[in-house]
């Protein structure tokens, strides 16, 4: 729930009102505007991470990524 904003200047006066509405129009169009990775960079980098620890492992390095 949005509560409305109220904006004033220095000198204490009134320049604006944002209502609740427009706070919540607002929010949810930021919200569905994140893109999410798709699901092939997902596998991509969760195939790089496998090759990444399999050489460590063979190599006998103790450090990981």
């Known amino acids: ?3 409305e904003v109220r904006i004033k ?3 204490g ?3 604006k009102i ?3 509405k427009e706070l919540s129009k607002a929010y949810w ?3 569905n505007n994140i893109q999410l990775p798709n699901a092939e960079s997902m596998i ?6 496998k090759r990444i ?3 460590d492992y063979h190599s006998g390095s ?3 990524i």
Do not use: G, Q
């Not at 991509?44 to 991470?49: A, F, G, Q, V, W």
């Open 1 to 3: 729930m949005f509560y």
């Open 9 to 11: 200047s220095p000198n």
């Open 13 to 15: 006066d009134l320049k």
């Open 18 to 20: 944002i209502t609740n």
């Open 29 to 31: 169009d930021s919200f």
């Open 44 to 49: 991509l980098l969760r195939e790089y991470k």
């Open 53 to 55: 620890n399999t050489a």
């Open 62 to 64: 103790d450090t990981k």
